[in-house]
Structure formats: C-alpha cells, structure tokens
C-alpha cells in the first residue's frame, strides 16, 4: 500500500496537479490519512455518510463525487457550518438550480462541480454541449458557487495496451478542458478541472489544463488493475485469509471458509484476458500457487481449483492450512469486511487493525 | 416476511418435522426472532461470529453448517460452554479426529453432523460412500458425539419446473436417509436427518426419515427464487431505496444513487429465463413498473432501464423521485446493509429499524 501511493504520487508530482485520493475504496480513516496529502484532505467521496465520517476525522476539503439529489442538500450544508468544504456535483440545470435556491436560503454559498461525460459510461454532460454547460452554470451562480469541471474515465477499465490507456487519458483531459473553456468563455468562473480514474492517472502523459486528479483502487490494486497492465499482482495489498475445510479430490477441489461474502461477488476479470475467477490463491507470505484460483464460491464456502487448462498439480494444503486469495475488486472486496488486518511485507503478524466504516 | 415465514411453517407442519431456519439470510435478532420456533432455537449459521451473536441474544440450540476448522474449536467450546447446543459439521476422519481430540481434552462431547454430498455441487461424501461415513462416524465417537447427517441441495438453485424441483427435493432426502442408514447399521448413533434448501423446502412430497429442515432466503425471498418459480415478486420481503440523480434521455437511462454497493454484484438472474439485471425497479409502494431493470451499475450509480427488447416507455421518473428495487439475491443485497426499515405492506413509513451484523 505504501509503495502504490509513493507511485502516484511521485507520477503526479512532475506534472503540478493535486491529488485528490477517492476515499471509497478503503472507508477507512488511517488509510486516508496515508494517501492524502494533508489530515484535512484533499479527498473525494462517493456518499454522504463518507464526507460525514472522514469530516469527523478532521478531513476539511472534499468532493462527494455522485450527482447531487435535492434532498440531501440539508446534509451538505449541516457538514459546510462544521468547517468542511464540502463541493457537490450535478450535471442537469434541475440540480443547479436546487443548490442556487439552497444556498441562497442557507445563506451559505454551496461550491458545486458540473459533471462531463467523457466517454459514454454513465452520467455528465457531453463536453461539447455548450449550451446546456452554461445554462447549468448561470443557474448554478444564481446563489451558489460554480467550482468547476470534473470527470471520470470508467470507460478506461476496458482499456487494453499503453496507447488505448494513453488515449482514454487523454480524451478524458480533453473533455473537461473544453468544457472548462466553453465556461470561462461564457464568462463563468471555472477554477478546477478535475479529472480521476486509476488507470487514466498512471498513463496520462499531458495534463495541461487539469487542476486535480482524482484516484481511488490505487491505493490497494487489484486482479483487475494487474489485467489492465496498471499494476504487477505483487502490487495488490489486500487479501482475504481463509482455512481450508475440507476436498473433493476425484474433482481437482480444495474448499476454503471464503465464499463470496468474504471475496464479493466481483467477477471483473471475467471479462479480461486471464479470467481470475473469485480470486488469485497465494500462501500466507502472498505469493501466488502456480495457476491457483477460487474458481467458485457460495456464501461461506470457496472452491478452489488449477485454472482452466493449467497442467500443473494441486498444492499439498491439508484440512486447517490458510491462504490468502487477492480480490478481483479491491473496492468491492473491502466493503464485504469491517476491519483491515494490517501486516507488513510477507509477515503474518498482525501489527494493527484498522475499522472501516460503510453505508449511507 | 411474515406471510412468508407462514408459508413455510404450514408447509412442514404435515410432515411433522422441525424448521431449523438459516439466519445467514437476515443476520439480525429481530427477523431471528419472528422466523425460529421458539426464540432458543433452532437455528443454523454460517460463521462462528453468527453462533456468537446470537448466543448472546438468547439462542440455544444451533448448528453451525460449514465444515469446521480445527482451530475454530476452541470458540466452540467456549459457545457451548455458556450453555448454547452448538454443533458442527464434518466431512472428512481429520475433522472427526480434530473434534474428538477436541472432545476428550475439553470434557465436553461436541456434536457433530456428517455432511452429506447429495448433489455434487459443494462439500460432503457421497450419500453410497459407506467406508467413509463409517470410518467418520468411528472416529467421532472416539470423545465426540455423532449427531446425525446433514445436506445441502444447492444444485435445486438450477431446478426449472415443478417436477425438477420435486426430484432435487427427493434426491436430497434419499442422500441422508441412506446415510443414516448405512451409519446405523454399522451401529452409530444417528438422531438428525437434516436436509434444506428454500426450494427443495417449498417442494418436497416426502419427508419419511427426516427430522429437520433448513432454509434461509425464504424469509425474504427474491427475484432468483422468483425466477426457480419458488415464489411470486409481490412476495419479496426486502427492497433498497434509491433516489434519481440524473437522466441521460438519448440513451434511455435513468441514473439512481444505488449501484452494486447497495445492490451486491449478484447477477443470479442471468442464468436464468428473464434476466433482471441488478434488480427490477418498482415505485414506493412496491409496485414494478413495467419491463423496468436496474440495468446496470457502477459503485454508487445504478442505469435504469428498460429491459431490452421491451417496447413500453420509461416512467416520468424526475430527480429527486425514490424507486424501490427488488433483488436478485436477499442474503447478497442484505450483506451490503447495517440496518433494515420496516416498512409495513405497501406503506412507507418506517417503523422500526433492525440492525444487521457481519464479520466472522
């Protein structure tokens, strides 16, 4: 974990940008205070009960980074009398107009970033779409603050090879670069330029124009950033330890206490090159069994088995033994679990824990 | 919840067998209480943390349906010490060994269950395999205390029809009454025959020679058991709320503020006859709109839409509306959860909330 962050940063640093770490990948306070710059931030957050529970750690600058609902704008304001710069998001002329109105009653100028599409995969405005930009802004500066532009590149996750992941970072920049300019041209205010997905931030060569980069799996990688070519399987720092209970030898089986409840059900690698089943199965010290996988899981119960096609033999595990197996998803895996067992390099023992915190 | 719980109950009643209902599904005291007998029991767990919980709110009498791990039989002990029946389940002479070992060094004769293998989808041995049943049984005996013969019919999940489900419900019972049997024959001891499944539960004819069954999901149910034919969609116990955040009208997109974090990633549908995506999308009182599906999701974000091929047309859904979606999985979505709201039939005012654990 350390080593992953030292990366991104000194990657960042040439470049002048902010890092804004995502702090929903791990939801967890001592984890956040390693990947961000400072205890009071900069960070993102995908809930409200994120940006509530890291503001009574001390975090004092954040995104919540998912479409702004009217409803919860009592939330945002109630964290912005705490001290908090608490910036939302939206990317319809509906919500701006809903945070104008809000701050206006507040008395409290609500900062709000107007969310581009840059590539199709969920919400935001098309970057060229000019006047549907500055309408959002000039409802937006009716009582509120226009803070700026922000993106995401989700599409780069089904990026393959240096030059697509070179491109999506790029046409991720691009597409908030214009939309900043369209702004400013119009007469509006645009001081940040976000832009943030894990991949597009270790392979952007350019950032001229972005002011912040947002990044969140980094932190602790996963099977599906090993696929993506971002990160080596060694780079993962997160696994989850199970015990063997019992075999099927006549099917090639060895059965572990870790279904999906402990693994998730993320099956992102389903869809790469390698198919990595539930999860990549290591020994206690993280070095992977030769084509070793948890090809299959129920609730509590993990199947493991050789890979597809793989001509090696079963490791000697006996009923007691534990593995560990690296998750698909590293976001999706923690949120299964309540505390981090913290260990360094390939020692097991446990020098720390760590809570994590979850819902909404 | 509660018609379903009397659904099963009346089912079993003319067989005269015990429900010992799965808390694996739920993880909470409250829904506990409403589906066991008596609030002692029984009840079936899938972790020694779920036999802690709820040991300590007041249940007696639980089996703990995973294959036991030898180190886990100290808390064991410890459970059964402060007065709870706590058993295990086996399948292999280590284990036997481990928790007769276990046994005499404690002074306590822990119970154990063989587990039986009825359809090859998971642990246990095969219901003919009688050295094996034999030699476990022998070696328990040698300190522990053989208490029966346990099974599972996960492959009833792929069950499509009436008569598919009764033969799975058949195959299961026939594979513990055998290996009761065999077992009492050799001259062991074999008090319970357990067998469950939610759908062999609703299906089976027959229950000579079985003494308990178990089931989990049925107290929610859900769109896969909807799906198998198990149950009616107006019978699902448990829905999450979202809010809409955005719409992308050139794509038929309406976006909500839950994604796979609040849904869980089971896809379980997708094998099945209509795939339901992340859920089907219903108004506040429960209702599904037409061909509508959570088709879609990312962490925080959910993409409604309609199903494909489905010639209708979006409801006028604005931001800020709340939608219920109906899952695909209960125990799945559930665990993404710290607490439920009730919420009585279609109205919805919240009346209460229950909390729900996790962890192991």
Redo the contacts between chains.
Sequence with gaps: MERNIARLRARLAPHGVTLRPHL?TAKSVEVALQVMESPQGPATV??LKEAEFFADAGVRDIIYA???????LAKVIELRRRGVDLAVVL??V??AQ?VAKASRESGDAIPALIEI?CD?H??GVLPGDAARLVEIGRALCDGGELRGVLTHA?GSYAARGMQALQQAAEEERLSVVDAATILRDAGLPCPVVSIGSTPTAHYALDLTGVTEVRAGVFVFFDLVMAGIGICNVDDIALSVMG??????RD?GWI?I?AG???M????GTAKQAVNQGYGVVCDLAGNPYPDLILADA????G?ITLRPGADGQLPDL???DRVRVLPNHA??TG?????YHVVHGASDLVTGQWQRF???
Excluded: F, Y
Aim: aromatic letters at 6%; glycine letters at 12%.
């Design positions: 929903k995908s809930t998912v479409g702004i609902a009217p409803w919860k990317d319809t509906e919500q809903a599409d199709g969920r919400s989700g015990t063997v209970i019992g075999h099927q099917k059965l206490d999906w409840m402990a998730s059900q993320d099956r129920n609730q509590e119960h199947i006996a009923i007691g976001c999706a949120a299964q679990h309540r505390t979850g819902g909404w």
